[in-house]
């Protein structure tokens, strides 16, 4: 099946709304004007593999080396792009050098450059027999000799073709972009109040908040790097379809680790459900985008197939970024659902004791600013060890019960109490064990019996 049908079916077929599909690009009223273009060239007497001979790159402009015909392909303004075909002629006596010109259209040029520099019209017939006129400059070449001529031919349907593509490749994708995004932003907002709510911390009623379990959740989706990747190995933006794989993931391991049924607060179930359903949209989205991209850039490809022009390298550098770059709205919602959801419920890592990796209860900061728990600074003040674990500083030996922060502590405590918990009973063990010998029990251990 070729592109085209693809093109079309998947725009029909995959789901995605009017509003979305009446932006993408009108890829077959495109190929209609390659053709047209085609024709217009052929009235100069080009197909596309005379032009693929004289071609140039952009640096060669106005510079030919040697004689015979120098050809460039250029566009002129900055918001309506003017496509410019522009030969640079070496004439002696009035004859251009090139014979692999037709006799055409080494007649056509021969009067052009022996003409007086100006503008004017060519008045020519097409293979369909008729009439069409082209919009001719002719100038002398800047600092070289009389012999050179440039000639400008403007066509009309090329400037027709990068109209439409431009028109869909800016202003219809920004307001598309605009739309989508504050839908998206609405809906995160609205979940973020939720998730303030059903995971916030109150430990008179513990079992009434669901804080561990947004925390796992998000522990969850952190590690599947749904649209963005941190690994050294495929670092980076996603595309659709892995991201696609990675939300699947996220949801198999939520329902794997029956984290739903574990959920005490009855809002929770409806902002998990949103939750995923932002990420799903965004991922449409994602899917759209990279559909018209790779529609753009099919187009491009098969207009610089059948004119030989070589407009690809040229035109989607005049086209802004974010017009090209599918994952720039994606971006910014996905740090958007980092910065007001996922970021609600505090996370373990980010508050761990860079010696032993567990939660630092209670938290001394030395005068170097790092944090470590306090039975690390013990452990290693008795083992005579003085410089910092992370920049090495001679601070540890100067810590004392003053270094403790107890604004971190309060707030480890009220983010983390079973975590803090844990790691305090941890504490009071060792130092019952010193105290009392191998043989000590926390008191939490042992179960009272009254008889």
């Not at 085209?4 to 995959?14: I, M, N, R, Y």
């Not at 071609?55 to 410019?84: C, L, T």
């Not at 949209?281 to 022009?309: A, P, S, V």
Request: glycine share 6%; charged share 25%; aromatic share 8%.
């Amino acid at each position: 099946m070729k592109f085209g049908q693809k093109f079309k079916e998947a725009l029909e077929k995959d789901g995605y709304p009017l509003e979305w599909v009446d932006t993408a690009i009108p890829y077959r009223q495109l190929k209609k004007l390659i053709k047209k273009t085609q024709q217009e060239l052929e009235i100069l007497g080009f197909d596309s593999n005379t032009l693929a001979q004289l071609q140039q790159s952009s640096a060669d402009e106005g510079a030919p080396s040697g004689e015979g015909v120098a050809f460039q392909y250029s566009f002129e303004g900055n918001d309506n792009f003017v496509p410019k075909l522009s030969f640079v002629i070496n004439v002696n006596d009035g004859i251009p050098q090139d014979a692999q010109l037709s006799p055409e259209t080494r007649r056509l040029f021969e009067a052009l450059a022996l003409g007086q520099p100006g503008s004017l019209k060519v008045s020519s017939f097409g293979n369909d027999g008729q009439s069409e006129n082209l919009a001719v400059e002719v100038s002398t070449v800047a600092g070289q000799s009389g012999n050179l001529r440039r000639i400008d031919v403007h066509l009309r349907f090329d400037a027709e073709f990068f109209g439409q593509l431009h028109l869909k490749s800016s202003e219809a994708w920004e307001a598309r972009e605009a739309h989508a995004q504050e839908i998206l932003t609405n809906e995160i907002q609205e979940l973020s109040k939720t998730v303030a709510v059903v995971a916030r911390p109150n430990p008179a009623t513990l079992h009434k908040s669901d804080l561990n379990r947004w925390r796992e959740l998000f522990d969850v989706y952190l590690e599947a790097a749904v649209f963005f990747s941190t690994n050294e190995i495929d670092h980076g933006s996603r595309s659709s379809v892995r991201a696609a794989e990675q939300l699947q993931w996220f949801q198999s391991e939520v329902v794997k680790r029956d984290i739903m049924s574990k959920f005490k607060v009855k809002n929770s179930h409806a902002a998990l459900k949103q939750f995923v359903k932002i990420n799903i949209d965004i991922l449409e989205l994602m899917k759209f985008q990279e559909l018209n991209n790779t529609g753009r850039y099919k187009i491009m490809k098969k207009f610089d197939k059948k004119t030989g022009l070589g407009a690809a390298r040229t035109f989607p550098k005049l086209i802004p970024a974010g017009s090209v770059v599918g994952d720039t709205m994606a971006r910014a919602v996905c740090a958007q659902i980092s910065q007001e959801v996922v970021q609600l419920v505090p996370r373990l890592e980010d508050h761990a004791c860079p010696v032993c990796t567990d939660i630092a209860w209670r938290p001394v900061r030395l005068q170097c600013k790092h944090l470590i728990c306090i039975q690390c600074a013990i452990t290693m003040q008795k083992g005579r060890k003085r410089f910092c674990p992370l920049c090495r500083e001679d601070v540890v030996m100067i810590a004392d019960t003053d270094s403790i922060d107890r604004d971190l502590e309060a707030y480890l405590r009220k983010w983390f109490p079973k975590e803090t918990l844990n790691k305090q009973i941890d504490n009071e063990t060792i130092d019952g064990i010193m105290k009392f010998g191998p043989y000590y029990r926390h008191p939490s251990e042992h179960n009272c019996a009254i008889m």
